[in-house]
């Protein structure tokens, strides 16, 4: 992450709004509307009725409070339920303790380390695979 260029970033915006492989939304507090991080599918694949996940909830003061679960059971039942996928899969750094965590609760399974892909803070990262199926979500009801 580093900063940007205004231009750079409506440019990036404008190419995201326009991609039908991505849907992007902005996260906003339910109370004062502020906006705090984005939650996104990208790589939407509707043949296969696959999508690769991610999120981000920006400032450290509005972590663990709930946030993020609440985000992602919303975001699984729209991924499972109104876009039909089949599976959400993610990519996390091996050392994002709190977002492994998250990712388990839901009922996301480990499926693959991607060894030393990351180069961080002058070392070597591992990349984990996490991966849930329709059927293991646990509030999708098939109707
Ligand atoms: C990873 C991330 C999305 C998690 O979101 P979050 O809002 O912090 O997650 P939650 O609050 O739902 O869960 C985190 C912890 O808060 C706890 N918590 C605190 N209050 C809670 C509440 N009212 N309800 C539920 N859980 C609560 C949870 O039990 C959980 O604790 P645990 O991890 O010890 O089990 C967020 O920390 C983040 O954006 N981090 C930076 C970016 C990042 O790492 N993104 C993921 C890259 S793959």
Known sequence: MRPERMADTRAWLERVLSDKKT?????????????IGTVSLR??????RNAELAI???????????????VLSALLDYAFGELGL??????VLAYNEPAIRLYRRLGFRGEGRLRAQVWREDTWHDVLVF?????EWGT???G
């Open 43 to 48: 790589n939407l694949d509707f043949k296969n």
């Open 23 to 35: 849907v992007f939304f902005a996260l906003e507090l339910r109370e004062s509307g502020e906006f």
């Open 140 to 142: 999708w009801t098939s």
């Open 86 to 91: 089949y599976r959400v899969y993610l990519r």
């Open 56 to 70: 981000l909830i920006g400032e450290p003061e509005n972590r663990g409070q709930g946030l993020g679960g609440e």
């Open 131 to 135: 991966g849930l199926l329709r059927d």
